[in-house]
């Protein structure tokens, strides 16, 4: 081993160690899972690594992928080294481009973590989709099936390219490979620079544009020659197996491991045989070498090279005995004939049989099967049943397996008990909350048994879809031999359960398996903990005959200043118990990761770490599990497609049971439609402190509900006569307002579903005159709580909804009297964003349709389990779908122009029926243009009577009018989305709804970042801040969207912000909504990006108004008439200095630290922008205009 | 005639009796330059707040922290950089800096937090070259619970600890709310502390009447305070075997004058110098000689402690009975019913 450089890292870092060192122009656009690559280079680029050519490579962050992949291509039309790396939709968005440069032969990688493509459901885990769809792009196409051969095949392609001129698609399985934390061999400088010959560097240099050596390139041809000269390209594709193999050999030579085109393992003579690409090879692999051990004549092909596709390279690799052969695509083509590579292999065998090619007699019986779509587990038993398939006399065609197909039966079934691991692998699971650190703990002990002992080390990562609360599970193998078990672990050896509590919530030890040790996070004593247990856990340690040992880690924890981190402690026990390494070893390589991790966060945080660990095997105790019999294991009940239960109770609920991996297809939609209203039944009750209500300090001013992100804190106002049921405890106070004299009003909690942020409290005004710290809401114990809470959460619920058409919707307290529509999501808590979907939602939610472009918004908003849009009890609620990341403003429009189509259809129809109908209710029904709640509910009623009327005549258009008539209430459109879509990816989407007029809003939650991808840089993030691809601080000014819109002169547009001035908010959002054109809203967003206490968001607004870093303002263009004043400026000259403000920000307060000089000259310049920008927003609000209709 | 302004403070000979206490100019390096080049002896840096480390990298911690590997999609919310300047660092540095520039002594200062910080950070300083070190004691009892014995042995152990892990010359900067100042002082100096800064002043937090807020507010010294050390330097000098440092309240050079009279190797200034910029040194330079000079005194050493409590006229006038003869003299310059 002394010879070898072993290292633990991910495939993205794998990947990206390669790229940066081969490179000089890197353009980059961040997408789930290829977003590190990026952020690898951004940083190493940053702290000035340089490439193998001793330049430091220029990152470059675009506003899409269309836009890196148009930056690649001219750098290296300019004679650049240059790369991209990318995923899913990114990777379509490039396609053009991709023709382009390949149609020219210009050499280059893109590094793609193969994702799969949204189509009735967005997904960010892995298949081949993406990559599929592009080999028709003329690249050469290979295929990593695990972390080493990522860095190993990033190389081989980028030495390939150059050789071939012909441009590489380096891919590897997202998150599966992109994610996994393995060790593997890294490759040394110098060979690095031995597989990059510098003589086809120069003939790529050489071929660039250069004004001394001038060429045409890039023409535009006619019929005449185009064909011809499209077949030109044909040698060089020929050539590319031949070359990407002597590569291959080069790179053998050099480090020793040794890659074909097509790599066959298993039996000489085996008659049954898997073609496949990508990870799940590691699953089948190992199913393999088991079986021919035993003597099965089995084989795997796994195919590197799969564009171009060797005909003969792919025929030489298999055994001549093989009879049999299952294609495997990890891809989905509906309507055609099979899978890509199932035709590839097809095809390969019929020419060779037709060239006499192929030395077998007959060809083998090839069926295809698909199998892991989005990262669907894959198994060696799984891979079991494909081979005893393979034994069928007729085995099925088209076949898919991980899945039960109910529906059109082309499952495999599979035996899960059927395969085990090797006993010599430790497998441990460990289940943690993302915020206690347990997988950064399980991280760090990959790297130290990877790094420090002669084992292999695997890490893999699974997270669930919530940013608050979530549960992650670490897997982790260690073993005698190199690690390629691609799938989750099923038979564990040591589980440990960081969480008590999820001991009710999940079947923590399903995955243990016999004799495991299993390590519990307790608050009991190991005497008492036995008590305290699930039966159904009780039951699995004695069915199971496991050995349980308890750790009070939270105690320990807090005694030695960690807080609620019990990582630390979690893994000493880990490696007491788990007897790898000796004790005092592990110890010591603990610390040393301690070190290496936060070694940079300062002496205290390191010392705190090591206080942790030196007593935590103090607080280790085994439990003595008693002797007792208890009833067998209960069986899992298989989950049906077609009861009588409603979909939530079928699928929704077993979705939050964690057995979503058991629904048949039967139970899922045929077209990705689901439901609202479905987060309402989560109750994840994440949080330790709740808001309880003083309703004798509260002043009813309805702040605390405007500003929960989760809608968890609400306001009613209802008769005295309402309170006769009421349970014990219920609180409420008289309501001031006039025009409800004699009523009562409640703030109530929804324990279960508050995320315990505490922002409400932070914005209460409402202070107690004897104990100011009191508050009129304020932060308690939940526990000391629950009952009672959720006893008045649920009378709560039950009391009446005010009168709509009663309220003055447009102040803070009448808005906050209209139900939110929009509850309970599973956004970070104290999110910035939620606040004004919620108050969209309460607005106007009765009546919207929302076009939401993928993000944050997205992803709290639609992703599975459930979903916080919900409806009304006259079941109507906001309507929502996410098309795309960059079309969303387009997806928008279309929504509108459909209201408009339809009721310009029901106006006809409407028309023709118009001789049965009352005159004065069809005039009505044209005439209403108001949005005022009177009068929507008026046209409510005009609609139902004009449907009685309707049902009167047997008219073919009376039914179809009937059928569309709702269309006459009016529709609020609703186009949503982060700044990353509306300034950077969609801006030209966006920019051309602004113009078109049509009655569209645009809430734009800018939060300055990409936040749902981890806060990279938009053209929002202000100047100075730092995030991922401006690690150095971002250099160019912030894009001013808002005047962009405004130049138009006829796009209503609000800056606003919730926290500094909710009363201009709620304006804003009215006026919006009832401006029958174009409204642009940019909602002022906190996020976790910023690196803020988010505990105090809300209030820290005013601080980022007061600064006018952020001014509020509002152009309506209804005043822009008669030489009107449109522009309003709703906030107050600068009070506080950018710096004052940028100090209490992290994004800032970093620069400051890391490069104090450069804040300095960033923060004058940032101040100089936003001095500038308030003048000449000050001249904005004198401008007068008269815009036309 | 040539008047010998020079004093031994800390075992350190000083061209004079003027130092630069800690605060803002001390902090900077050109102001240090011009200090010295007005003819400061020497200066004290500002002090490293134990606390406000721990608090910045509990801070970074947290926020590399928060939300961290808790969803598939954002592992981390920023981008690790390896060169934010971090804890103690940043003062190593200007230290480091401060001692290439100057010439004159750079006394170190430090507030410590925890025992195990106290004697890190001390360590920290003296290896980056600091002349001398000054603990800024500044611990504020809250419990009820906690005697005087308790609060004064925490500051007997605290300076014994760091005593024994630094070699250079310590001082020790406390406040003057004690029981009895004689005793705690006599402790300290029994425990290693070669010289006594007195005192500290407590910055006492504001109230805001509109945001019912408790907000720190930094209120300079006025030429009154100078008494508060004058009183207790007096007291001190006869009975203690170690350096006496004065500070608060010494704005002019007839204040350097007095607190020496009664005994203080040297006066530091804090305030004087914001309000009236590094050459106010000179000033009151100039202005001490001439004072010595119309006084007939020949060097600092011979004006040091002529007027402690042995040796001034009256004793009894720094005891009880002046509060006694002031607060009478005071009321009646005023209205009275």
Redesign the interface.
Known sequence: MSDHRYTTLDGNEATALIAHATNEVIAIYPITPASPMGEYCDTWSSSGKRNIYGTVPEVIEMQSEAGAAGAVHGALQAGALSTTFTASQGLLLMIPNMFKIAGELTPTVFHVSARTLATHALSIFGDHSDVMTVRSAGWAMLASNSVQEAHDFALISQSATFKSRVPFLHFFDGFRTSHEVNKIETIPIEHIQAMQATELIQAHRDRAMDPDRPVLRGSAQNPDVFFQAREACNSFYLAVPRIVQETMDHFAQLTGRKYHLFDYVGAEDAERVIVMMGSGAGAVEERVQSLTQTGEKVGLVKVRLYRPFDREAFLASLPKTVRRIAVLDRTKEPGAMGEPLYQDVLTAFFESRENNATSQSELPHIIGGRYGLSSKEFTPAMVASIYDELSEESPKQHFTVGIRDDVTHLSLSWDPDAVHEADDVKRAVFYGLGSDGTVGASKNSVKIIGEHTTMYAQGYFVYDSKKAGSITVSHLRFSPRPINSTYLIERANFVACHQFSFLEKMDVLKVAGPGATVLLNSPYSPKEVWSKLPQNVQRQIIGKNLRLHVVDALKVASETGMGNRINTIMQTCFFALADILPRDQAIEQIKKAIRKTYGRRGEQVLEQNFAAVDAALAALHEVQVPVMSLKELPVEPVLDGHSDFTFIERVTKALLAGRGELLPVSAMPVDGTFPTGTAQIEKRSIATEIPIWDSSICIDCGLCSLVCPHAAIRMKVFPEATLCNAPQGFESKAWRDKEQPEHLMTIQVAPDDCTGCGVCVDVCPARSKEAVRHKAINMEPKDDHLERERANFDFFLNIKESDRTQLKIDTVKGSQLLEPLFEFSGACAGCGETPYLKLMSQMFGDRTLIGNATGCSSIYGGNLPTTPWTTNAQGRGPTWNNSLFEDNAEFGLGLRLALDAKYEYAQSLMAKCAENLDPELVQGLRESLSTSEEELEIQRKRVESLRKQLAKTDMLAAQALAAIADVFVRRSVWIVGGDGWAYDIGFGGLDHVLASGRDVNVLVLDTGVYSNTGGQASKSTPRAAVAKFASGGKQARRKDLGMLAVSYGNVYVAQIAMGANPAQTIRAFAEAESYPGPSLILAYSHCIAHGINMATSMTHQKDAVQSAFWPLYRYDPREARTDGQPFHLDSRAPRMTFRDFAMKEARFGMLARSNPEEADRLFKLTQQDINDQWHYYEQMAGIERTISD | MSIELSTTYLGMKLKNPVVASAGPLTGNLDALRQLQDCGVAAVVMPSLFEEQ??H??????R?????????????????????????PQEYMDLLEEAKNILSVPVIASLNGHTP?GWT?YARMLESAGADALELNIYFVPTDCGMDAQEVEQRYVDLVASVRQSIEIPLAVKIGSQFTSIPNIAYRLMTVGAEGLVLFNRFLEPDLDLEA?QIVPDLVLSQPYEVRLPLRWIAILRDQLQCSLAATSGIHHASDVSRVLLVGADVAMLTTALLKKGPRHIETILVDLVNWLSENEYVSVEQLKGSMSRANCPDPSALERANYMKALTTYTKEYWYP
């Open positions: 480390i721990e910045d990298e509990a801070e970074i911690d926020l590399y922290r928060y939300q961290a590997d808790s969803y598939a999609e954002s592992l981390s919310y920023f981008p690790e950089t390896e060169h934010y300047s971090k804890g195990g890190r019912l």
